[in-house]
């Protein structure tokens, strides 16, 4: 019987071990949010509702934070990229966006790749942007849920 006890011991330790890693992992997960870098070339009164509203549902995510360059302010990891072009007539607003991602090995040494299959075109109802915003956040995140980035080269 004298056996039997340290295996339990050591048992009950490594499972307690385990756990530990598996809850410190998961919080490590949760706290790491994916760099984007956002190019807009959107310069009207209703794109920027819209942009101001798709800028609140990256941050509201807490999966994404917006940075200012592609180098992330030189921590040079991998970036995803999002370029938009925008457009407004008649109070409707138009949208086209496409998404890549982006490696800096350097200050001014950033490679990209975009993903011409990501191309979507968004339309928006008169005094609609910012449920247009939300909504291609929508579409950004299930284009990037089924979008393998690795399979991309980088320029």
């Known amino acids: 019987m004298g056996t ?4 339990r011991i050591r048992l009950n330790y ?8 598996l809850c410190s992992s998961a919080v490590y ?4 949010s994916k760099p984007i870098f956002l190019k807009a070339a959107c310069d009207g009164k209703l794109t920027s509702v819209l942009l101001s509203s798709f800028n609140e549902a990256i941050q509201s995510s807490q999966r994404y934070e917006v940075v200012p360059n592609l180098s992330d ?3 040079n990891d991998v970036v995803l990229v999002i370029q938009m072009a925008c457009g407004e007539r008649d109070n409707a607003v138009s949208i086209a966006s496409v998404y890549g991602f982006a490696k800096c090995l350097g200050p001014r040494n950033c490679h990209q790749s975009i993903n011409a299959s990501t191309l979507n075109v968004l339309m928006c109802d008169p005094h609609g942007e ?3 915003g939300r909504e291609l956040f929508k579409e950004f995140e299930y ?6 980035l690795r399979s991309m080269q980088l320029e």
């Open 4 to 7: 039997t006890r340290p295996k």
């Open 14 to 21: 490594l499972a307690i071990v385990l756990t530990l890693i």
């Open 29 to 32: 997960a949760q706290g790491h």
């Open 73 to 75: 302010n030189g921590k």
């Open 130 to 132: 910012t449920q247009c």
């Open 143 to 148: 284009v990037m849920s089924k979008t393998d």
